[in-house]
């Protein structure tokens, strides 16, 4: 499932980051695979989306939140 998929307010974990123009930037910001990210809000037109990882909280666009793997825990019920 890619991070673009989500609603807001559903949470995953990130277990892959694809190779991509952001992916180091995306990283430095605390997205790491392990992490639980949170999909805080959606722009009315859908792009782009605020996220929180470790504690921040930014944008991000949906087409660099498409290179984003996340997986929602086994036994967890999402927003």
Same mark, same amino acid.
């Given at each position: 499932?890619?991070?673009?998929?989500?609603?807001?307010?559903?949470?995953?974990?990130?277990?892959?980051?694809?190779?991509? =123009?952001?992916?180091?930037?995306?990283?430095e910001?605390g997205?790491?695979?392990?992490?639980?990210?949170?999909?805080?809000?959606?722009a009315?037109?859908?792009?782009?989306? =605020?996220?929180?990882?470790?504690?921040?909280?930014?944008?991000?666009?949906?087409?660099? =939140?498409?290179?984003?793997?996340?997986?929602?825990? =086994?036994?967890?019920?999402?927003?």
């Amino acid at each position: 499932m890619k991070l673009s998929d989500l609603k807001q307010g559903q949470e995953a974990i990130i277990t892959e980051i694809e190779d991509s =123009a952001v992916t180091e930037q995306l990283m430095e910001m605390g997205c790491l695979p392990g992490e639980l990210v949170v999909i805080e809000n959606v722009a009315p037109m859908g792009d782009p989306i =605020a996220i929180s990882v470790v504690g921040y909280k930014f944008s991000l666009r949906k087409a660099d =939140a498409a290179k984003v793997e996340v997986k929602i825990p =086994a036994g967890y019920t999402n927003a």
